[in-house]
């Protein structure tokens, strides 16, 4: 199956409040002169906690014609998206870098960047990515101290205080959502123990499964560093780090006294880049995911400026979550969090009722075309599933993705006991 069913009419169009390509002029003329809208091809629904589903605008916007990435009309859309970015943060001032890479270039980032080999790092763990961040910030030369939470928990508050007691900590790194467990950890309450006991210490937050599906206050709650990528909750497809620091973290980069660890990864290389595009001027240090840059332009504008404002779309989430949990717990899944107050917002992890594994579930899911993920925490790998609710997907209700996956949960279970009796 061709992947586009290009220029076809839309049974259906995404509702905006404003226009869509409003943002530069080189857009608006390419979306004036496209008559026919652009309209993806019927696929299976993707609802894994990232990739997700993206719209057809961004992935339109994707097959943009090549562009110079030296070139005005570029640079105007790429700094557009360095202010959009620092929009759904709620930042003023924070420096937001968008590189070619994946939300692992943000660890590398942040570990050649702002630790100086030696220098500690507390490391607040509630599942796999915490692993491969500590695992990341030692390769760099970091000394690292984990908190471990119980699996579908978060660390424990007063653990963090006597850990930031004992020791001077560069940073302190915690997953607002732990993408191998679905828990939400309570980053706005980690960042005021952290300026109380050693407000020296940066707060780094590994939102790569929560930017824009959980709200992030960044300056208000005084976040130094939130790592992201393209393919979640931002809603485009893979391929782009998005990583965004305040001037604190700035200046730490700026004073530390030996040379930044990594070349690729060096903001030494990268600032005067970002700094120069959000002049709207272009520059050059390794070439940019051009048209990624387009389809993130094209997801930002629809984040910032559609008919959902970032607290509804906030909201939006936080409905859908709900829903497919409460849904799920009804027919005798249990939620891998513990509690309410640690559940994500834009994924569920979901145990198999007693005597079901996963083939039993996940193949009859995708039989229904929904795709699903399977387990990824070391502990209950076998135990578990996972499932994405982000963008696109809970925004657009006419779209019926969470009824959908509802009601494929239903079936399949239904199903998976029948095949059993
Ligand atoms: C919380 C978290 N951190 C980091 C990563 C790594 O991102 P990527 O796979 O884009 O390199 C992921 C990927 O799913 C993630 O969920």
Known sequence: MSAFRNLQLPSKSFALGRSFFNRTSVLARRNMSTEQKFVQAPHKLLVIPGPIEVTDEVLFANAHPSMSHMSLDFAAVFGDCIRMTRDILYSKDAQPFLIAGSGTLGWDQVSANLVEPGENALVLHTGYFADSFAD????????????????????????????LKAKKYKVVTVTHVDTSTAVLSNIKAIAEIVKKVSPETLVVSDAVCAVASEEIQMDAWGIDVVITASQKGLGTPPGLSIVVASQK??????????????????????????????????????????????????????????????????????????????????????????????????????YFPEGFVASDIVPRLLKKDVVVAGGLHGAIK?????????????????RGDVDKVINALKETLAEAKASKA
């Open 249 to 350: 973290a700035i200046k730490v980069f700026e004073s530390r006294s030996t040379p930044v660890t990594s070349y690729y990864a060096s903001w030494k290389k990268w600032l005067p880049i970002m700094k120069s595009y959000e002049s709207n001027t272009a520059s050059y240090f390794a070439t940019p995911p051009v048209n990624l840059i387009y389809a993130y332009h094209a997801s930002l504008t629809q984040i910032t400026t559609g008919s959902v404002s970032l607290q509804q779309r906030f909201a939006l989430h936080q409905a859908a979550s709900r829903r497919i949990k409460d849904a799920a717990e009804e027919i005798g899944f249990r939620s891998v969090p513990v509690s309410e107050e640690v559940r994500a917002n834009g994924m569920t992890a979901l």
């Open 382 to 398: 076998e135990k578990y599933f996972r499932i994405g609710h982000m963008g696109v997907s809970v925004i657009d209700p006419q």
């Open 136 to 163: 990341c910030l030692q390769t760099y030369g970091a000394k690292v101290d984990q908190i471990k939470a119980e699996v579908g928990g978060v660390v424990n508050e007063a653990d963090v205080e006597s850990a």
